[in-house]
């Protein structure tokens, strides 16, 4: 069957240019492949055409290490970088657009230096989401389940130092006219993505179906799932699965380039991870043999006793199910 495919390919602040790609339906996978990677090069040239945004603002040391990471190939030149820009970012005479750059650019040294999952990493993630929803497949699939895959033995905790120095980076900028760049949304975008579901999945364990068991058997649900959700407590909101899930829409959204089921995917998991905040803080808050309700997706449900609030969470983790 042949279908038309249309996209945008986006520059954050320009007009969307639409484009249409005539594919059956085995080439969706790839046309959506297309899409992406077409976004990649049109927002790299256009930041390439004298609109990066820290043109002019760096200093020497800056320069030498967007140098050091032009030419960095192991792992060991990616950690020479980090050392450099954390030496840097000592120094208390740069501005706050020397260490916003200097930020984006240990996120993205952390990526190269801890091999982690790439941005197309999650993109497969996204896409293998949106396939398995709009099919009639009877294999499903979670993007929890699907993004601890793509960790094998990598540190979860490093995806989330990454997610966290681009984080930083954008609210240094957030009172001037100095913005990231598309790409470097994307970059963010997905890497506080995966961190999000770093978080859930240090105290989880989560299978195909969305079908969630606690690491630790010692914890009760209450405090697996505060974990989760607060690795550093509830008073570091930097560290927050919360953060992560909102931070990755919003960039997602604002570089322009998903489609949007692909958008919605991400979505999901931040609704998910809302709601499972709101059922931490509901039981949190109850007195142990009294009534305990959460307003979950505008409905009233009864979490008073363990089996009833462990239901409710295994429903929200099932809910990011393709």
């Known amino acids: 069957m042949v279908e038309h495919l249309t996209f945008n390919q986006v520059a954050v602040g320009s007009t969307p240019t639409r484009i249409t790609i005539i594919t059956n339906e085995k080439g969706l996978f790839m046309a959506k492949w297309l899409h992406f990677i077409i976004g990649i090069l049109f927002l790299s040239l256009v930041s390439g055409c004298g609109s990066n945004i820290f043109d002019g603002l760096v200093t020497e040391d800056t320069n030498n290490v967007e140098a050091l990471l032009d030419n960095a190939v192991t792992t060991e030149d990616f950690q020479q970088a980090i050392t450099v820009i954390d030496e840097q970012l000592q120094d208390s005479t740069i501005t706050d657009s020397e260490k916003a750059e200097l930020l984006v650019n240990k996120g993205e040294a952390i990526i190269g230096a801890k091999d982690l999952p790439t941005q197309l990493d999650f993109l497969t993630v996204v896409n293998d ?3 398995a ?4 497949s009877n294999d499903p699939v979670n993007m929890i389940n699907k993004v601890d895959e793509l960790f094998g033995e990598s540190n979860p905790e490093d995806l989330v130092n990454s997610a966290k120095a681009f984080n930083e980076a954008e609210a240094l900028t957030a009172s ?4 990231l760049t598309g790409t470097q ?3 963010k975008g997905m890497v506080n993505g995966m961190a999000a579901i770093a978080n859930l999945q240090t105290e989880f364990d989560v299978d195909s179906q969305g079908n969630a068991t606690k ?14 959700l607060y690795p550093s407590g509830t008073a570091d909101t930097s560290n927050s699965t919360i953060t992560f899930a909102n931070e990755s829409l919003n960039s997602l959204n604002e570089a322009g380039i998903f489609e949007e ?13 809302l709601e499972l905040d709101e059922l931490y803080k509901k039981k949190a808050a109850c007195t142990t043999g009294q009534a305990c309700e959460a307003t ?10 363990e089996q009833q609030f462990e239901n409710a969470i295994l429903d929200q983790f099932r809910g990011i199910s393709g």
């Open 215 to 228: 690491k630790d058997s010692d914890k009760s649900m209450l405090q697996a799932l505060e974990s989760a």
């Open 129 to 131: 989401m949106t396939s």
């Open 176 to 179: 001037s006219d100095v913005k």
């Open 261 to 273: 089921d692909q958008t919605e995917e991400v979505s999901l998991l931040k609704d998910a991870v």
């Open 133 to 136: 929803r709009s099919s009639a």
């Open 185 to 187: 949304q994307i970059n």
């Open 296 to 305: 979950i997706d505008n409905s009233t449900v009864d979490i008073t006793t």
